[in-house]
């Protein structure tokens, strides 16, 4: 075959802007104390999923939109941004939204977050006293990408 006829039968090679690349999932950790995203990241490495820490001078909403998370970790009685607030924002983005709520055990502020999961019909809010093991982590995350929001992992175009 000549140089001509070769050029013609090449098969077409993918160029870098043709591949669409996957974005890595989004945990958003809203924090209230320091560290509650350095707790969670080692872990989220693994499972190939990026921690966005979020602190009270920062705009939920906006971030929420943006980093399009796969779920919201918070703590119910935040220094900064209490849990109720969060949820309420989450709410207003996604009711279906996976939150990990991390209670405590004071029972009026347990009676408040049951009030607004029901108000503002949240339907995927899971709460625990203490942040889970890792087992007990990567299980809620895996229920959360399980749930679909895997799919706003990826970057597309058409998305």
């Known amino acids: 075959m000549n140089d001509l ?5 090449r098969a077409p090679t993918a160029q870098a802007s043709d591949v669409i690349s996957p974005r890595r999932a989004v945990l958003m950790v809203v924090e209230s104390r320091n560290g509650l995203s350095a707790m969670v990241e080692g872990l989220c490495d ?5 921690v966005q820490s979020v602190h009270s001078s920062q705009s939920l909403p906006q971030l929420l939109v943006s980093e399009r998370p796969v779920a919201v970790l918070a703590e119910l009685d935040g220094a900064d941004r209490d ?7 989450v709410a207003d983005y996604d009711p279906t939204l996976p939150i990990l709520l991390l209670t405590g055990s004071d029972p009026a502020l347990l009676g408040a ?8 019909g949240l339907s995927a809010v ?13 299980e ?3 229920s959360a990408a399980c749930s679909g929001r895997c799919l706003s992992a990826l970057d597309s175009e058409t998305a």
Not at 5 to 9: D, E, I, K, Q, R
Not at 126 to 138: F, Q, T, W, Y
């Open 5 to 9: 006829a070769s050029l013609l039968y």
């Open 46 to 50: 693994h499972l190939e999923i990026t």
């Open 83 to 89: 849990g109720c607030h969060v949820m309420m924002e």
């Open 113 to 120: 977050a049951d009030a607004v999961i029901e108000l503002w």
């Open 126 to 138: 899971r709460m625990e006293p203490h942040l889970p093991n890792a087992g007990g982590l990567a």
């Open 140 to 142: 809620f995350l895996c």
